[in-house]
């Protein structure tokens, strides 16, 4: 069973998650709209298709290229420009994601990333390095959601 195996955030005991690239437990039927978790993608050889109607199943997420849902967006933005501190973790600000910080109003952004990057001057706070161990000294108590 993979059901949520890939939803790290929520593994990780995250809430109030927003999936802006999708979520690859909610493939879709693009013709009928019925929906399909990863462990129907997974089982089915060599390619899923849907059950009801035999049209090829849709990742649950945006592939390259393809536009992001803009109520996502707009929920993401709404958050992200009403927050007191903005944590960019595993990406630049100059990323499509990391560049949503320029909704932000709030104090602090606090960045940490693998590698630094010309647009991190932008940040109040960064650390470099080891992400999963930045995280881990920075949250010592945060535990596996399992
Ligand atoms: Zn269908």
Same mark, same amino acid.
């Given at each position: 069973?993979?059901?949520?195996?890939?939803?790290?955030?929520?593994?990780?005991?995250? /809430?109030? *998650?927003? %999936?802006?690239?999708?979520?690859?437990?909610?493939?879709? &039927?693009? /013709?009928?709209?019925?929906?399909?978790?990863?462990?129907?993608?997974?089982? %089915?050889?060599?390619?899923?298709? &849907? $059950?009801?109607?035999?049209?090829?199943? %849709?990742?649950?997420? !945006?592939?390259?290229? $393809?536009?992001?849902?803009?109520?996502?967006?707009?929920?993401? @933005? $709404?958050?992200?420009?009403?927050?007191?501190?903005?944590? *960019?973790?595993?990406?630049?600000?100059?990323?499509?994601?990391?560049?949503? !910080?320029?909704?932000?109003?709030?104090?602090? @952004?606090?960045?940490?990333? !693998?590698?630094? /990057?010309?647009?991190?001057? !932008?940040?109040?706070? *960064? &650390?470099?390095?080891?992400?999963?161990?930045?995280? /881990? $000294?920075?949250?010592? *108590?945060?535990?596996?959601?399992?």
């Amino acid at each position: 069973m993979t059901s949520g195996f890939f939803d790290l955030s929520k593994r990780a005991g995250c /809430h109030n *998650v927003i %999936h802006l690239y999708g979520n690859i437990d909610r493939n879709f &039927c693009p /013709h009928c709209g019925r929906i399909y978790d990863a462990d129907y993608i997974l089982t %089915h050889k060599p390619l899923p298709l &849907c $059950e009801k109607c035999g049209t090829l199943i %849709h990742p649950g997420i !945006a592939l390259s290229g $393809e536009m992001l849902d803009r109520r996502t967006m707009n929920r993401a @933005i $709404e958050l992200i420009s009403s927050a007191d501190i903005l944590l *960019v973790v595993g990406t630049d600000l100059q990323s499509r994601l990391g560049s949503m !910080a320029k909704y932000f109003t709030g104090d602090r @952004i606090c960045l940490i990333n !693998a590698t630094d /990057h010309y647009s991190d001057e !932008a940040a109040d706070c *960064v &650390c470099i390095g080891n992400i999963a161990k930045i995280m /881990h $000294e920075a949250y010592p *108590v945060a535990r596996s959601a399992g």
